[in-house]
């Protein structure tokens, strides 16, 4: 990447994550101790602003947050890592957006998520966006926010000629639906990110395996994307445009916690796109990114530094070359 400090706008829903450590978790009527309580940003928006922020890129975040103490917490964790959050709305009759988790001694978990405020975001709230939309160089957009709203913000980049990159997941309207029915907007992204899973779901395949990764990237091409870019964990990503498929390896770490890898690779993904237009060497800086997000335990506090993400390219460089001598 050059020293240019592109411009990101990332859209996506903002939580507050409450974990709480017990020795059990409590059946229906019950009650339990709690060890210990873990207090800190979540959800897409701010994970992945703030990989793109440590990437050295100028970042907006077009949120939206309650009227609470919680969203006074996220504005203030975000401002550390020199976000910018003008367009971090309120809906002060709603709480911000919470997930909170019960683990036990075993590490199992149960979760309860509380969408709040995230799902008060409208398409009024991206036109009053429009400008920084309009001046930035990638929009980087989570689809888990109401639909319209997703729907205005790609349309908004699109008349701007911003790039948009879209992590097509189901709609806040479709979170207890059956099957994904994506509006016909979501396919005019420029790059299309998804999980082989979600991806598999999308293109209404039956499997979700390694050898229908380029197929189910295909498909999502035929539809209109531009390309199509499927994350398959330790097994890397496949990349899939008009031009061909792709599969670009992940990086050898040693895992610790996978909560944060995806957003830091979108996060990842978007800086370097701001840069230059080549996908498939973003995908790689963009995995790097991920590897080293599963290295460290969290989401924010795990993610690497653009000098971080180097060290490792150079290293598996390093290794490659070592291995073919």
């Known amino acids: 990447m050059t020293e240019r400090n592109p411009k990101i706008v990332v859209i996506g829903s903002t939580y507050i994550d409450l974990a709480v450590k017990c020795t059990h978790i409590p059946a229906p009527g019950q009650a339990t101790n709690g060890s210990s309580l873990a207090c800190t940003l979540a959800g897409p928006g701010p994970v992945q602003a703030v990989q793109a922020a440590l990437c050295r890129c100028e970042v907006s975040l077009i949120s939206k947050v309650g009227g609470d103490a919680f969203a006074q917490m996220a504005l203030k964790s975000l401002a550390e890592y020199k976000v910018d959050t003008e367009y971090v709305f309120f809906a002060e009759a709603k709480a911000t957006g919470v997930i909170v988790t019960l ?8 979760i309860c998520h509380y ?10 709230d991206i036109q009053l966006a429009e400008e920084r939309i309009a001046q930035a160089d990638v929009c980087l957009i989570h689809g888990c926010l109401p639909q319209e709203a997703i729907a205005a913000a790609i349309r908004c980049a699109d008349l701007h000629g911003t790039r948009v990159i879209l992590n097509p997941a189901r709609p806040i309207e479709q979170a207890d639906m059956h099957g994904v029915d994506l509006p016909s907007d979501y396919f005019t992204a420029d790059v299309l990110v998804a999980n082989l899973e979600k991806a598999a779901e999308i293109a209404d395949q039956s499997g979700a395996h390694l050898r229908t990764a380029k197929i189910i990237g295909s498909d999502l091409i035929a539809r209109g994307a531009q390309c199509a870019v499927i994350t398959m964990g330790r097994r890397g990503c496949v990349v899939v445009d008009r031009s061909g498929a792709d599969h670009v390896p992940g990086f050898e770490v040693d895992w610790v916690d996978r909560t944060g890898s995806g957003d830091a690779f979108a996060g990842a993904l978007a800086a370097y796109c701001g840069v230059k237009p080549d996908v498939r060497q973003a995908v790689k800086f963009a995995s790097a990114a991920g590897a080293l997000a599963c290295t460290k335990f969290g989401a924010i506090e795990a993610l690497p530094s653009k000098a971080d993400i180097i060290q490792l390219l150079q290293n598996e460089d390093i290794d490659l070359l070592h291995n073919s001598q």
């Open 115 to 124: 969408t709040g405020a995230n799902c008060a975001l409208q398409p009024a």
């Open 103 to 110: 683990v036990n001694a075993e590490g199992e978990n149960a």
